[in-house]
Structures are given as C-alpha cells and as structure tokens.
C-alpha cells in the first residue's frame, strides 16, 4: 500500500494533524509525519516532495497557516496529489491560509479541504489511494456505513427524546 506523506509548517500545527494520523491509524494505511517549512527550510520540503514517489507516497498532506506556502511549495515540486489543509491563525482565523492554499496557479494543483480539516485531508488521501487498492477501498465503504449507523442511532435517539 502507498503511504501518505503528512508535512506542517510548526509543531503548533500539530493537533490538527494528530486528527489526520488518527484516521489513517483506523484505515491502517502507513504513513510519515515531518515538520518542514515552505520559507524556513525550503531545500528539506522540496527534497521530500521530489524524492516522494520514489519513496513509496501515494499522496501528501501539507498543512500550514498565515501565509500557507508548504502546500503550494510541495504540489510545485511532485506530481503526486497534494492536499493542503489551511490553518486557523490568531489574526485572520484561517482565512488568509484558506486563500492562500485554494488560489493556486493552473498547472500546479492543490486539493484544499476545510480549516483545520485534519480528517477530511486524511479520508480524502485514503480515497486517492484506494483508486487501486481494493481492500482500501472496502474499509472506506465500511467506515462509511458505520458513520450513516451512528447518525441513524443519534436520529433514532433524538426522535424518542422528543
């Protein structure tokens, strides 16, 4: 199975991070996690994104706020999917990364979820992947249909209740 690269710009990125770890633990896909920043160490971010594929990476995840670079410095340097995951700052609440990771320019792409979206960028790596990998593939449609079950199980509750 392809591993997911999982890159932040701080380690004050982290716990948004520590919800994208957590899903691709429940799918057991293998990944990496590493601090790089897009303007404090540019030489290691593009060394990891150039040399991912040829590493075992089926996609990446970068994740990064104020001015939200890494993603964008990342797509610029593989042809892998790159997602990008803006996140909230102290000044704008995320939205100059949200901005900043969405307007890229035509030809590098960057599949950009939520801020602070640590799972969906998770899930949405796990979809890239399982693309061709069919037993991926089934513990997504299984952690699916578990979710739909447990919104079920809160309507059912909520309808007795009220």
Not at 39 to 60: C, K, L, M, Q, S
Not at 123 to 140: G, P, R
């Amino acid at each position: 199975m392809k591993k997911v690269g999982i890159i932040m710009g701080s380690d004050s990125d982290l716990p948004i991070m520590e919800k994208a770890v957590n899903v691709l633990k429940e799918l057991e896909i293998p990944y990496e996690v590493h601090i790089y920043s897009a303007h404090r160490t540019p030489v290691e971010a593009r060394d990891f994104a150039v040399n991912a594929r040829a590493n075992g990476f089926g996609a990446i995840i970068a994740a990064a706020g104020m001015a939200a670079h890494l993603a964008g410095a990342v797509a610029a340097n593989t042809t892998l999917p790159v997602i990008g995951i803006p996140c909230k700052s102290s000044v704008l609440d995320g939205m100059d990364a949200l901005l900043s990771t969405v307007q890229m320019p035509t030809g590098i792409p960057v599949a950009t979820v939520a801020i602070n979206g640590g799972a969906n960028a998770a899930l949405l790596a796990a979809e890239i992947i399982a693309v061709s990998d069919e037993d991926l593939q089934k513990k997504l449609d299984a952690k699916r249909a578990k979710d739909a079950a447990a919104v079920l199980e809160k309507d059912r509750t909520v309808a007795e209740r009220l």
